[in-house]
């Protein structure tokens, strides 16, 4: 199978042979611009609409870019201080890397794993919108400083939207006044923020109330080589019982399957069919490095004991050192129990014990008490309290040291570690459904109320795209009811009467919020040739007027220029050290 991104290349080359065709043999109007795969359309249609907008309403604009300007220094001032302490981190620290593929940290979908495919008509919208109110606000307060503009005009990455710009005439701009200028500067900036706020408290007020999640299992994922997918049971699906006891949620379906040692079970969906599922136990994920164990494989016994289920398993495995799996190929791996650390926090418990963040960590007992597993961990981690000294044992890169450890958190205890699920990290499943945190998602894209709570909610509604990433226990990142989500939620109350369309206009809202504000904010970053660069030119110079600093104007480049580079270093910095 060809891999995607060799499309995604093939698509830009034949697009960009085309374009630079047309363009030499003078087929594109000479209004359209060509650089390989860079299209750039500019026109003079529209300054009349922007010239009538800007003498109508100018008693609104000026307040209006008064209080832009204030927004706009005050979010660059913020970035700054954000990228000095992204440098000094990334510096002197082990930080979590959300992005951890090249193709990340370009804003295409189905490209981006933080962007889906299926989200690309919203995403589109939301960044078509961004770019015309941006430029829109540039355009505005550009004939209120009586700033002639020589042309408007869109930018494209093939058919894909870039940005959108107003050139102004140059000298004009040159000619006027310094708060003029930055509140020309400040507008874009001032509406994206704006724009996003507004639809943010209209999400968080009314639509985001309109999604219950659905009564049931809902299959998030299923496990390759796994019961489930033996019973065609597929990613979507909603399971509503089993064996004829009703599921409310997830909680209810691993209950059964803690509980329960039934060989076949009979599952309801949604819909009302059913389907029989024979368990069996099969790795379903499998982390570090186990010779001769792979994802798909069917463990048939553990130590000598024949088993069938997840229960059975955990059962024999309790207080064991060692557990020694067969398989139905008939061969045989003895495996250390224990809990499996994945990451350990840096300043956390661990790291204070003096367990370095690259060690090798598995668990094996705490205050002398046997750990075979991370489900048998967290439960004994239960019986203490934040604060509370305990010893524990673990094996660090194969060899076993003991550690005294004084638990972390406010509420419950915490070891200040990723642990792996399973054993040893190896986890295992006689069903092979992941579950889809459809309540837990519900409650991040609903928040809480009050002002502390819209809050809260705009910080996580910017993080749910990679929710997943920065939480990985979380599993899944959410990126609106696209794909099958939609399938775990009802819609209820007044947008009950606009069925699926609530889920499409919440789509559309969100990303166009989400696109907005990242937007606003990539701009004000102090760096050429974005507005947050001009603006903290603008600034220098106008601290150099009040001392009568001679040359300050050749002084400001000079120290854009060198923010400039400081912002290209933190990016470069982020994604290779």
Request: with cysteine; charged share 20%.
């Amino acid at each position: 199978m060809v891999p995607f991104w060799v499309w995604v290349l093939t698509g830009i080359l034949l697009y960009t042979v085309l374009a630079v065709w047309l363009d030499r043999t003078g087929r594109l109007p000479s209004q359209v611009s060509i650089t390989g795969p860079l299209t750039t359309i500019r026109t003079e249609r529209g300054e009349k609409v922007i010239e009538a907008l800007a003498r109508k309403y100018k008693r609104f604009w000026r307040p209006w870019g008064d209080f832009g300007v204030l927004l706009g220094y005050s979010i660059m001032v913020g970035t700054a201080v954000m990228i000095l302490f992204i440098f000094y981190s990334v510096l002197t620290t082990d930080p979590d890397v959300v992005i951890t593929d090249p193709q990340d940290v370009l804003v295409i979908p189905g490209v981006n794993q933080f962007l889906p495919l299926e989200a690309t008509p919203e995403i589109v919208l939301g960044l078509i919108i961004g770019l015309v109110i941006h430029e829109g606000g540039h355009a505005i307060y550009c004939r209120l400083a009586d700033i002639n503009i020589d042309s408007l005009g869109v930018s494209s990455f093939t058919l894909i939207p870039l940005g959108a710009f107003v050139e102004p005439d140059y000298e004009d701009q040159n000619e006027a006044d310094r708060l003029p200028r930055v509140r020309m500067l400040c507008a874009g900036i001032t509406n994206n923020i704006f724009l996003s706020l507004v639809i943010f408290a209209f999400l968080f007020l009314s639509l985001s109330h309109a999604f219950v999640p659905v009564a049931g299992v809902p299959v998030g994922g299923v496990y390759s080589d796994t019961p489930a997918e033996t019973a065609n049971i597929e990613q979507g699906d909603v399971i509503t019982a089993i064996e004829g006891i009703e599921l409310e949620s997830g909680d209810d379906f691993n209950d059964y399957i803690e509980s329960s040692d039934t060989e076949t079970v009979t599952v309801e969906f949604k819909d009302g069919s059913q389907t029989e599922v024979t368990r069996e136990l099969v790795v379903s994920q499998i982390s570090g490095t186990h010779d001769g164990i792979e994802s798909g494989d069917k463990i048939t016994s553990v130590n000598g004991n024949d088993i069938r289920t997840e229960s059975e398993f955990y059962n024999i495995i309790d207080g064991e050192e060692e557990a020694t799996l067969e398989f139905d190929s008939g061969e045989d791996v003895t495996v250390q129990t224990g809990a499996a650390v994945s990451r350990i926090s840096p300043g956390g418990s661990f790291d204070d014990a003096g367990i370095h963040p690259d060690d090798t960590a598995v668990i094996t007992s705490i205050d002398n008490q046997s750990i075979s597993s991370t489900k048998q961990l967290e439960s004994v981690l239960n019986e203490y309290d934040p604060g509370d000294e305990i010893s524990v044992k673990v094996q660090v890169d194969g060899e076993s040291e003991t550690h005294i450890v004084t638990l972390g958190g406010s509420e419950s205890p915490e070891l200040g570690v990723q642990l792996i699920d399973g054993m040893n990290g190896i986890d295992v499943t006689d069903f092979g459904i992941d579950v889809y945190p459809s309540e837990l998602m519900a409650d991040y894209f609903q928040g809480d109320g009050g002002l502390t709570g819209f809050l809260n909610y705009l910080v996580i509604m910017l993080f749910l795209p990679l929710i997943g990433a920065l939480q990985p226990a979380i599993g899944y990142n959410f990126a609106g009811f696209v794909g099958s989500v939609s399938n775990f939620y009802t819609v209820t109350g007044v947008f009950s009467v606009i069925g699926s369309g609530a889920f499409v206009l919440f789509n559309a809202l969100f990303w166009t919020a989400w696109i907005n504000i990242q937007i606003g904010i990539f701009n004000c970053i102090p760096a050429f040739p974005l507005d947050g660069g001009q603006i903290f030119r603008e600034a220098i110079e106008a601290v150099g007027d009040r001392l009568s600093i001679d040359n300050i104007e050749i002084i400001s480049i000079y120290i854009v220029y060198a923010s400039t580079l400081l912002c290209i270093a933190v990016f470069v910095a982020i994604l290779f050290l």
